[in-house]
């Protein structure tokens, strides 16, 4: 495996390594690292991939630099390797939402995480990332998203999941691709708030989209939303369960 490393806008890193293995066409795992007087690191990847993540940061800042750790959800693929970053930045600190916490990541994590309010902003000192709670979107009670408001910049997880080793940045359609990766892995969870949180998304206008699995965008990213949450909803609709 190859980790390549692309600036996505203005000091925020897609990190990204290829996984032939999984699916028919591959999947990437994508972190990004926001350079700032505080960085953040969205995303730690798994703990096998540790080595190959700490090198590509350390193509942009010394990986002890790192002050905090954050991730969409608590799964192995976004936050496997947190207690790695921890024992390697000493002023790290893991932030996550409430329901993160409190059900996981208070015991999960070596050192005591930070809980954030829904909406709550931390300033990293040339950046603000924004805490946006998404309960179950993609999927995960603790499921939320960051956005961060000097380049309205949505690092969304899990959303907008394709397949293949595209581009960092494309201009082509990720709806389509999304929909086509959602019925391979069935990944997502249904529910009525679906289409409405990601709409809630799409009314913060961003200008960039960055993408965990799959190339990320800075092309129509509002409409994207928008397009997805319909997607979605129309999905929801056809559930025996709503028919």
Not at 62 to 80: A, K, M, N, Q, Y
């Amino acid at each position: 495996m190859e980790t390549s490393l692309d600036e996505i806008a203005e000091h925020i890193y897609r990190i990204s390594t290829y996984v032939p293995a999984v699916g028919p066409d591959g999947l990437t795992f994508n972190q990004f690292l926001v350079k700032a007087e505080e960085p953040l690191l969205f995303h730690t990847g798994p703990r096998r991939m540790f080595p190959l993540v700490c090198a590509t940061i350390a193509r942009v800042l010394p990986v002890s630099r790192l002050r905090w750790i954050t991730f969409g959800h608590v799964e192995s693929d976004e936050c496997g390797a947190m207690n790695e970053f921890l024992g390697m930045a000493p002023d790290a600190q893991v932030a996550h939402g409430a329901v993160g916490c409190q059900v996981s990541l208070n015991d999960l994590c070596d050192r005591p995480p930070r809980q954030l309010a829904d909406g709550e902003v931390i300033d990293l000192g040339g950046k603000r990332i924004r805490h946006l709670d998404t309960p179950h979107v993609p999927h995960n009670w603790e499921a939320r998203v960051i956005f961060e408001e000097d380049t309205k910049t949505l690092l969304c997880g899990d959303l907008f999941t394709h397949a293949g080793n595209g581009p960092a940045l494309t201009c082509a359609d990720i709806v389509g691709p999304a929909m086509a990766a959602e019925e391979l892995f069935h990944a997502s969870c249904l529910s009525p708030a679906t289409a409405s949180t990601i709409r809630r998304l799409a009314a913060l206008e961003p200008r960039a989209l960055a993408v965990m699995h799959g190339s990320s965008t800075a092309t129509r990213c509002r409409d994207a939303l928008l397009d997805l949450a319909d997607a979605y909803g129309a999905m929801a609709r056809q559930c025996p369960a709503n028919s």
